[in-house]
């Protein structure tokens, strides 16, 4: 149970990380936005990528938080982690390929 808990508070840190850096990002397209058309183009993109990261840090937190506290919930938000990350994988790759 030791590794499956280190594996989920680091898809949380990792996704906190890229909510940090992409959210910075997104905060700037959207202050910017009317300077240039391609800002604008971009700026739906760059939501959804951050919308992204934000469930993967409060799926991976919340089944990291559920099992440390042994909680018998935590085999459902396990579940659930393991189905959000393929899925947000398809709208991550989707998303930058255009």
């Avoid at 604008?40 to 760059?46: C, D, E, H, S, T």
């Avoid at 559920?66 to 790759?93: E, M």
Wanted: net charge positive; glycine share 6%.
């Amino acid at each position: 149970m030791r590794y499956l808990l280190i594996v989920d508070l680091s898809l949380a840190a990792f996704g906190a990380a890229l909510t940090i850096a992409i959210g910075f990002v997104a905060l700037v397209f959207s202050i910017y936005q009317n300077a240039s058309a391609k800002i604008a183009a971009g700026l739906p993109a760059i939501l959804t990528l951050t919308a992204c990261f934000v469930t993967l840090m409060l799926v991976a937190g919340a089944a990291g938080w559920l099992l440390k506290a042994k909680k018998p919930a935590h085999w459902a938000a396990q579940v659930a982690l393991a189905i959000a990350i393929p899925v947000l994988w398809q709208i991550v790759f989707s998303t930058l390929r255009g």
